[in-house]
């Protein structure tokens, strides 16, 4: 099961570049920047009450904002599921328009 997910730190990153509002809105994305989504506790009691063993975390929406939020986003999912390796596994995010993005998924692969 793929489940949205945002690390805390990418969550923070996202909610400066929002000025604070509870929403990022602009030319290329529109986002509730909700507390849940980095709330592991929440996501882990909400995958025990359907019975989900695993989850896939991502946000593939966040690949919009560029290749150096997508480096952050892999890394710092990478970490949570190094945390919980029975319960989530990173899904790679990267920018489409940015033509290092087959280095960054090699790194995806490779290195986290």
Do not use: K, Q, W
Not at 16 to 29: D, K, T
């Amino acid at each position: 099961m793929h489940h949205h997910f945002l690390p805390e730190r990418v969550l923070d990153r996202l909610r400066r570049l929002a000025g604070g509002a509870p929403r990022l809105v602009n030319e290329v994305i529109s986002i509730t920047l909700s507390p849940l989504l980095a709330d592991r506790e929440a996501h882990l009691s909400a995958m025990d009450a359907a019975g989900i063993g695993t989850a896939l975390l991502t946000y593939s929406g966040v690949s919009v904002l560029g290749a150096e939020l997508c480096r952050e986003l892999n890394s710092e999912l990478a970490r949570v599921e190094s945390e919980h390796p029975n319960r989530f596994r990173a899904a790679a995010h990267v920018d489409l328009d940015d033509p290092a993005a087959p280095d960054e998924l090699r790194r995806c692969v490779g290195e986290l």
